[in-house]
T-cell receptor, first 114, second 108 residues
Framework: DGGITQSPKYLFRKEGQNVTLSCEQN?????MYWYRQDPGQGLRLIYY???????QKGDIAEGYSVSREKKESFPLTVTSAQKNPTAFYLC?????????????FGPGTRLTVL | GIQVEQSPPDLILQEGANSTLRCNFS?????LQWFHQNPWGQLINLFY???GTKQNGRLSATTVATERYSLLYISSSQTTDSGVYFC??????????FGTGTRLKVLA
């Protein structure tokens, strides 16, 4: 089955630690995205990538980093510089960044800082 | 940047009732999607509808791009329709802007 997988489903982090969230897609999509969702809120864009080895900052990139070494993978690292990282993180993909495109989402990772 | 407003923010229905959710946006858009976020957090695509009308079972959507709004209709609601409904728009950029959602609860 084609789709987007995210792992882990739940993640607990101590203050001062970096953690990496995994996102993998087998839809052969070029574009991938990371969003953050806080309770009762909509989604805010952290980073996006149009092709391998290229990515751009979204609206709230501070304290986060990404890589895009493979078309199917777009991991997100939440660094210790992110002051309030507790949130729900969603990964998405689409055929491309431009033109008509439908975004498809993974199941999400809930990150809690202890 | 473009603003996206959804109404109502919260909605409670009895099973079997119909409802209309609205999404207003402040500028012209070239892409618009409706999503349902289930209680476990999964976002499900409902419609890709930058203009016109589409139907899928008990759900239908209409976007009037010239008047900058989109409507999502839910007929004969079921408890499984509960969750949050998001509208997301793209306007000449590489990113979608999400509204804050309509939280729907359908009572048995």
């Amino acid at each position: 089955d084609g789709g987007i997988t995210q792992s882990p489903k739940y993640l607990f982090r101590k203050e001062g630690q970096n953690v990496t969230l995994s996102c993998e897609q087998n839809l052969n999509h070029d574009a991938m995205y990371w969003y953050r969702q806080d309770p009762g809120q909509g989604l805010r864009l952290i980073y996006y990538s149009q092709i391998v080895n290229d990515f751009q900052k979204g609206d709230i990139a501070e304290g986060y980093s990404v890589s895009r070494e493979k078309k199917e993978s777009f991991p997100l690292t939440v660094t210790s510089a992110q002051k309030n990282p507790t949130a729900f993180y969603l990964c998405a993909s689409s055929i491309s960044l431009v033109g008509p495109d439908t975004q498809y989402f993974g199941p999400g990772t809930r990150l809690t800082v202890l | 940047g473009i603003q996206v407003e959804q109404s109502p923010p919260d909605l409670i229905l009895q099973e079997g009732a119909n409802s209309t959710l609205r999404c207003n946006f402040s500028d012209s858009v070239n892409n618009l999607q409706w999503f349902h976020q289930n209680p476990w957090g999964q976002l499900i695509n409902l419609f890709y509808i930058p203009s016109g009308t589409k139907q899928n079972g008990r759900l239908s959507a209409t976007t009037v791009a010239t008047e900058r709004y989109s409507l999502l209709y839910i007929s004969s609601s079921q408890t499984t329709d509960s969750g949050v409904y998001f509208c997301a728009v793209k306007s000449g950029t590489y990113k979608y802007i999400f509204g804050t959602g309509t939280r729907l609860k359908v009572l048995a």
